[in-house]
């Protein structure tokens, strides 16, 4: 009898890892389907950017507090999969500001890539705040060469982590206390944009009234295991969120 026992147990652990997986599956099988779908019926709907980044407008935004940041002003590898309608660029008075906020740590040269293609933007009006957050490399060596070269790049540097915090999250606020654009973009230092990633969502959230619009990310994979992994998990934070 107890062996018997101990089969249906069995049988019903297996069954049920195979039901949980079966879930799984089944959610990151109807997310293709509607991503495809949607592709299809509207361009818009995947805005042209490989990573997950936040666009928030600050004049209807509300914080408290304060920075222990200073200073304000500031300033690709482009991901070749797909494309999206644009037109040109337009000029500098007819754009609304919008700063990028970057949190980096321990990144050194490896953050050359998103800032290339942040850099390339063909967005007049927008400036660059990176934050180096408590590095024990030469990254902030690298981001100040960065801002050496161009005067809409801003370099900051954090020093302590306050009690409460979580590192990114009290980079981020710190950047955006000094931040006096209508546009805020927070973007991690692994995103590649597209060159007119920036215009394009900007313009999409004008002409849907937003005021805070998170990017459907593309990944950028490498194996068949990233390729069945990564979107899977991006997806189910995505629905958890």
Request: include cysteine; glycine fraction near 8%.
């Amino acid at each position: 009898m107890g062996s018997e026992e101990g089969s249906a147990m069995w049988f019903w652990l297996v069954a049920a890892a195979f039901s949980a997986w079966g879930a799984v599956c089944g959610v990151w099988l109807w997310i293709l389907l509607v991503q495809i779908f949607a592709r299809r019926k509207s361009r818009e709907l995947f805005l042209p950017v490989s990573a997950n980044p936040d666009l928030t407008r600050t004049s209807r935004r509300t914080a408290s507090g304060s920075a222990d940041l200073q200073d304000r002003p500031a300033g690709s590898r482009s991901h070749t999969g797909g494309s999206w309608s644009h037109t040109g660029a337009e000029t500098g008075t007819e754009l609304p500001s919008v700063r990028i906020i970057v949190p980096v740590r321990n990144l050194g040269r490896r953050i050359m890539p998103c800032l290339e293609s942040i850099l390339a933007q063909d967005y007049a009006n927008l400036r660059l705040t990176l934050i180096d957050d408590r590095s024990e490399d030469d990254t902030y060596a690298w981001l100040a060469r960065i801002a050496a070269t161009d005067p809409r790049v801003k370099v900051h540097h954090v020093e302590t982590l306050p009690a409460g915090w979580l590192g990114k999250s009290h980079a981020l606020w710190a950047a955006s206390k000094t931040a006096g654009e209508e546009w805020l973009l927070f973007i991690d230092d692994d995103c590649h944009l597209d060159p007119g990633a920036v215009r394009t969502t900007v313009r999409y959230a004008a002409a849907h009234d937003l005021d805070l619009l998170t990017l459907w990310p593309r990944h950028l994979a490498g194996s068949f295991w990233e390729h069945a992994v990564i979107p899977l998990c991006g997806a189910i934070i995505a629905l958890w969120f």
